[in-house]
């Protein structure tokens, strides 16, 4: 297991910004994927982006063009900027880290609420 502190969460009116910030400390080493999901309630989790270690990327196709995942690798820290957000965004987002055949960590959650 990989801990991950995760910061930023907030409300925040419909077109405007927020920035998601996620640190990984421990066996970093092992860190194959970082990436973000989230959970509205009533919905089950979803990948929102994630980032490999080399630098491939993937987005869920409703936050494509608005959210951009980023990895600052000597920081061991991952970032999602989300820009133009949506009523629908809102939801708790997750850190996770992919670790391959060692299992997978997650973060605490963090809130984000996004006001019409």
């Known amino acids: 297991q990989v801990p991950l502190v995760e910061s930023g969460g907030g409300l925040v009116q419909a077109g405007g910004s927020l920035r998601l910030s996620c640190t990984a400390s421990?066996?970093?080493?092992?860190?194959?994927?970082l990436g973000w999901y989230r959970q509205a309630p009533g919905k089950q989790r979803e990948l929102v982006a994630a980032?490999?270690?080399?630098?491939?990327?993937n987005y869920a196709d409703s936050v494509k063009g608005r959210f951009t995942i980023s990895r600052d690798g000597t920081k061991n820290t991952v970032y999602l900027q989300m820009n133009s957000l949506k009523p629908e965004d809102t939801a708790v987002y997750y850190c996770?880290?992919?670790?391959?055949?060692?299992?997978?960590?997650w973060g605490q959650g963090t809130q984000v609420t996004v006001s019409s």
């Open positions: 421990g066996s970093i080493f092992s860190i194959n994927t």
């Open positions: 980032i490999t270690r080399g630098g491939r990327i």
């Open positions: 996770n880290a992919n670790q391959g055949y060692l299992g997978s960590s």
